[in-house]
């Protein structure tokens, strides 16, 4: 049935139903038609600056004669008449071409953007071809902008695209446009390392070569001799889609993967640089196990091909006891699962701290046990008031933090359309909404990167966040618990404007997730969202949690680490099988030594680590680009990654290793990755829909038996890749576990959503070929964005309860050199992976402390000095870094940063100051406390 809501325009004098509200350059890319633009953005919408998309507009069938009009800049309107073909619309768009093209140097051939180029795209569609000016070119300095991004100014043709997207839409402030007319410069003030955690999507958003990878530079290749697969992101919980290339067996860069519901046209810095630990040098490549050579060193003993799978059956059928089976927040899905079929339920142990272990848990308690929904990432960016407590958004999950960014724009916005302007006209919009922003409150321990949007900021200890919490469900309904004694009378200003915005917003989403550490902080966020929807409101409650499949392994269950340590002690751990975990990085060193102090411990893993390094058998993991699997992300959405290449030496999947060992000893067989799923969905319900989340291997597009190529279909050098071994083109490797194909040769066409290695289309090389794979521009893929959601509101059965566990207010210890210690996030740095990569371990911190002024104060301590921090008999010795937005009787300890581990954070912690050169020293203490005391 015709939607009712649609519209009749005429292109080329032939009806069109469209959608309204929208402008026609939407509209005719919508529809198919190919339009040329340059300053247009389908995220960033109409400014009408480069006049690239010029048509004939027309009043009515009768006007012969028609205007020139910009398509970016008219609306959709019922009736209205254009002509893309019309001779003087032809016209005036080679002269716009040719005008925008009079400075630029034509360096294609040694342009990294060569082959993938808007700009060539467009030159090509609107027929320019020969350049007549003879005067000589403008030109400009290049800038230095950091490990990420190179400049290279003198391509550049004023089209505003970089400065919008980095200022306006990703809220950049070190980024700007100088000088004016026709010798403008888009760059820093000063050369700079760009500030935004998003200025790698310069390099997608800029329709020429102005912006470049500069990470690829070290190993550069085209984008036609990639070999590309569908994968996710594996450095936070949010679930991006990206898409890694390959050439020569190396990983060569991540490019977005559009996904409707989730990322959108754009990822962060981390996710995009953070590759590099692929191609560390000091990849596990070949399967060892450990002895003790004759000095008492340990000594790797290499396994060749075929005898890894004998020696590690043979050391699990010696076993003599309990084989228990650590699992991994960051291996597949699939991986975990043969993990715990291997060890038994019984011992298979999730590989969380024990703290993030019990907060997962109640995440999923919370989002599997009531009405209350968790929305898609398009979704928070489309809410019209935002509560964030007790989470650093932008350090923890930077893209969440976009997605922010554009949530309070939505009251003005809607303000505006009001007024009659259309959301599509992004420079009105722009002009009429001014600095007005919408209702976003923050609740966090330490200034965060957003906080300059937010209406109302609250900074204290995660006890006062969840009593403020608690204090704010309260307000909406009284029948919520309400905390006992005064709200630290910052927080007591915000309740009632909290509760009041969040009650008249027709969208309200709440964030939290474990980045306070705090039970506490989850239930007052799950409070809230209850409060709303029994006042009526459909809230939105959207946990962080640390990393790629935290949902998925607590979906799995399994017990705490801590759990497996009580059972080492009790001498019940003979075998431990660790799945790429690191458990010195989740427990403390005592902890993790007495678990791995087993009589055999077996690592799976792809990079050597403390946890490894004491394994008695190592067998080498594929990373993330190596291999295929299922992660579930925050949203609790399913979504498939899958191999990009084949790794050289032995390295498989872990899941592969794990079904090999399970058959080896008599259990079940799983060939491949479809036979996991399967037995994953029957075995456990929430794991229904797994199987949906991608086609099967056997999948095949209109029943013709060709899989879907890997390659482009101009990729070259097949035989050249392989001539050191041989001048013949080797058969190309074969892929049991997916419809892809390690070649050039397959279906040519439009993929399923889930299998989209690459966007390209006739006549669109670049990123901006998404257009046509898309059911509308700017919405879902057609088909259906990919994943599968796991996790569905409960429409029927008991709702969920009220949280009572309201903590008491916060109290500075009456020692004052005990400190509350919480966690800081970064958004270089609290990652472990992403911060392997050389160009994102440029921009990690050095680790430090941070305490209030007032508290450095009552040390003496200046700025850098140095002390001791002595948390649960674990000492580190750092740098004081001021901070005034910690409460007192606070520090923050900045998470995941190199050598700060080991340690659940909050917790309490001892401060002693370095003495040098003051009166204790003279008495013979090099270190001083505030005062005496046991932590």
Known sequence: MEDKKLITVYIEDKPYRVKPERSMLDACLTLGFDLPYFCWHPAMHSVGACRQCAVKQFRDENDKKGMLVMACMTPAAEGVRISIKDPEAVEFRSKVIEWLMLNHPHDCPVCDEGGECHLQDMTVMTGHVYRRTRFKKRTHRNQYLGPFVNHEMNRCIQCYRCVRFYNDYAGGRDFGVFAAHDNVYFGRQEDG???????????????????????????????????TAPSICVHCG????????????????????????????????????????????????HPYYVTCGASGEKEENKLDEGKALPHAKSLLQGAKGTIIGIGSPRASLEANYLLKRLSGPENFYAGFSGRDFNLVRRIISILTGGPIRTPTLKEVAEADAVFVLGEDVPGAAPMLGLALRQAVRQKPVEAAKKSGIPVWNDYAVRM????????????????????????GVFHGAPEDIARLGFAVAAAIRPDAPAPQGALPEAAARLVPLIAARLKTASRPVIISGTGAGSMAVIGAAANI?????????????????????????????GKNLKEAVAAARQKRADTVIVLENDLFDRLSAPEAEALLAARQVIAIDHLPNHTVSMAHMVLPAAAFAEGTGTLVSNEGRAQR???????????????????????????????????????????????????????????????????????????????????DVDVHEPKPPVDPDSPLSFSMEGFDGRPPSALISRFWAPGWNSVQAVNKFQSEVGGQLHGGDPGKRLIEPASKGPSLSYFTGIPPAFKRAWDKSLFLIVPLYHVFGSDRLSALSPPVAELVPSPYLALNPEDARDFTAREGAEIRLL???????LPVRFDASIARGVAGFPFGLPGLHGVELPAWGRIEVKMSGWAEKSAGREWGEGEAGDV
Not at 652 to 681: C, I, K, N, P, Y
């Open 529 to 557: 969202a209850k409060s709303l929807l029994e006042s009526g409101k459909g809230p939105g409650l959207c946990f962080v949690v640390p990393e790629c499949n935290s949902i998925g392994l607590g979906l799995l269950g």
């Open 432 to 455: 009429a909404v001014q600095n007005d922003k919408g209702p976003l409150f923050i609740a966090a321990s330490a200034a965060t990167r957003i906080d300059p949007l937010a209406e």
């Open 238 to 285: 949010l679930g991006c889609n990206v898409i890694p290339g390959e050439r020569y067996g190396t990983l060569r860069r991540i490019r977005n993967r559009y996904n409707g519901q989730v990322n959108g046209y754009f990822i962060c810095d981390r996710g995009r640089y953070g590759y590099g630990f692929v191609n560390s040098e000091r990849r596990i490549r």
């Open 871 to 877: 948390i649960e008999g674990v000492s580190f010795r």
């Open 193 to 227: 390392v760009l500030q935004s955690e998003f200025s790698g999507n310069l390099v997608e958003v800029c329709p020429t070569g102005v912006f470049t990878d500069r990470t690829l530079k070290a190993h550069y290749t085209r984008k036609w001799d990639l070999q």
């Open 641 to 723: 990654f899958y191999k990009v290449y084949v790794p050289g030496g032995q390295i498989e999947e872990s899941w592969r290793w794990l079904a090999q060992l399970l058959a080896a000893t008599g259990g079940a067989e799983f060939f491949t990755l479809d036979d996991v799923d399967r037995a994953l969905a029957e075995e456990m319900p929430v794991f229904g829909g797994v199987p949906a989340a991608a086609p099967p291997a056997d999948f095949r597009m209109s029943g013709l038996e060709i899989k879907i190529p890997r390659q482009p279909h101009r990729f070259s050098g097949r035989t050249a890749i392989h001539a």
